[in-house]
């Protein structure tokens, strides 16, 4: 069965930090590429950080690029997403995603991530206070 749990989440103050964790079983993740997404109350689902299958390729949303990093270690299947410099506005359920198809960059990866062509974790909360 694969699965995917977030955790990390939390309340947090304006220009705080959080690091997000995600940690994968039930298949093959290391040629996958990794994704995490969010979504706000009221709002669509939007892309926050994208890494390529072999973590050599990122992508970030223009709103999260210089306070956000996203990172993996194969060894404990696990993909983070460190955040800082946190703003009310980072407030949502943050939800990772991996790959099925293999092999792809970043970039490739964060444009065509859909509910069919990857596996999600059921999000975890992040709330910023400002």
């Known amino acids: 069965q694969v699965q995917l749990v977030e955790s990390g989440g939390g309340l947090v103050q304006a220009g705080g930090s959080l690091r997000l964790s995600c940690v994968t079983s039930?298949?093959?993740?290391?040629?996958?590429?990794m994704v995490w997404f969010r979504q706000a109350p009221g709002k669509e689902r939007e892309f926050v950080a994208a890494?390529?299958?072999?973590?050599?390729?990122?992508d970030y949303a223009n709103s999260v690029k210089g306070r956000f990093t996203i990172s993996r270690d194969n060894a404990k299947n696990t993909v983070y997403l460190q955040m800082s410099s946190l703003k009310p506005e980072d407030t949502a359920v943050y939800y990772c995603a991996a790959d099925k198809r293999t092999f792809r960059t970043a970039q490739a990866v964060g444009a065509t991530t859909t509910s069919e062509t990857a596996d999600w974790g059921q999000g975890t909360q992040v709330t910023v206070s400002s």
């Open positions: 890494l390529g299958w072999n973590g050599d390729s990122t």
């Open positions: 039930g298949r093959t993740f290391s040629r996958s590429g």
